[in-house]
Antibody, heavy 126, light 107 residues
Framework: QLQLQESGPGLVKPSETLSLTCTVS??????????WGWIRQPPGKGLEWIGS???????YYNPSLKSRVTISVDTSKNQFSLKLSSVTAADTAVYYC??????????????????WGQGTMVTVSS | DIQMTQSPSSLSASVGDRVTITCRAS??????LNWYQQKPGKAPKLLIY???SLQSGVPSRFSGSGSGTDFTLTISSLQPEDFATYYC?????????FGPGTKVDIK
């Protein structure tokens, strides 16, 4: 079955760029039915959507992070990636990648994060 | 952005109890509402999508209802494995937003 796996450094220095990759296995990232997203969760806090990408490269970002976020896709490797620049301690979080699916109900498409990676903890500290 | 609120923020319940969690959106989101369960150290798991549709593999004791701005997640008979934090999320507009979560623990 489809699986997602995050990878990247667990420690990033303040003002530097956080870079993570999500590898999709057991299925194709080029499916026309789905976007692929990044969500983060600071320790002990709730969930925040960072942004999503379609296999064609179309992106949607959270306006609160848009100036610092870049999400890209590499269909040849079945991967998509996150870059978050100028990080501070407030960016310390578990970062999840997830499939954002269009699920049809009575002919209407509803989107939900239906498959998630296990998450990777990123700490911003000098 | 659409703001999502949940109540209560936490609750204590016993095995076998009926549990109801409420989620409210700051504007109408039709039925574009999802519910997730998260256990400590684990990724969230999709339970309910489109306000009331049960995700494949999720036990039927979970149900969702509501439309517009007010939604509920009900667990008909709480089981030991249901002790977790529950989040609602709207997918009506970008940015999608999550509620702050409701922690369900053992009484």
């Amino acid at each position: 079955q489809l699986q997602l796996q995050e990878s990247g450094p667990g420690l990033v220095k303040p003002s530097e760029t956080l870079s993570l990759t999500c590898t999709v296995s057991g299925g194709s990232i080029s499916s026309s039915s789905y976007y692929w997203g990044w969500i983060r969760q600071p320790p002990g806090k709730g969930l925040e959507w960072i942004g999503s990408i379609y296999y064609s490269g179309s992106t949607y970002y959270n306006p609160s992070l848009k100036s610092r976020v870049t999400i890209s896709v590499d269909t040849s490797k079945n991967q998509f990636s996150l870059k978050l620049s100028s990080v501070t301690a407030a960016d310390t979080a578990v970062y999840y990648c997830a499939r954002f699916g269009g699920i049809a109900v009575a002919g209407i498409n509803y989107d939900a994060f239906d498959i998630w990676g296990q998450g990777t903890m990123v700490t911003v500290s000098s | 952005d659409i703001q999502m609120t949940q109540s209560p923020s936490s609750l204590s319940a016993s095995v076998g109890d009926r549990v109801t969690i409420t989620c409210r959106a700051s504007q109408s989101i039709s039925s574009y509402l999802n519910w997730y369960q998260q256990k400590p150290g684990k990724a969230p798991k999709l339970l309910i999508y489109a306000a009331s549709s049960l995700q494949s593999g999720v036990p039927s004791r979970f149900s969702g209802s509501g439309s517009g701005t007010d939604f509920t997640l009900t667990i008909s008979s709480l089981q030991p494995e249901d002790f977790a934090t529950y989040y609602c999320q709207q997918s009506y507009s970008t940015p999608c937003t999550f509620g702050p979560g409701t922690k369900v623990d053992i009484k």
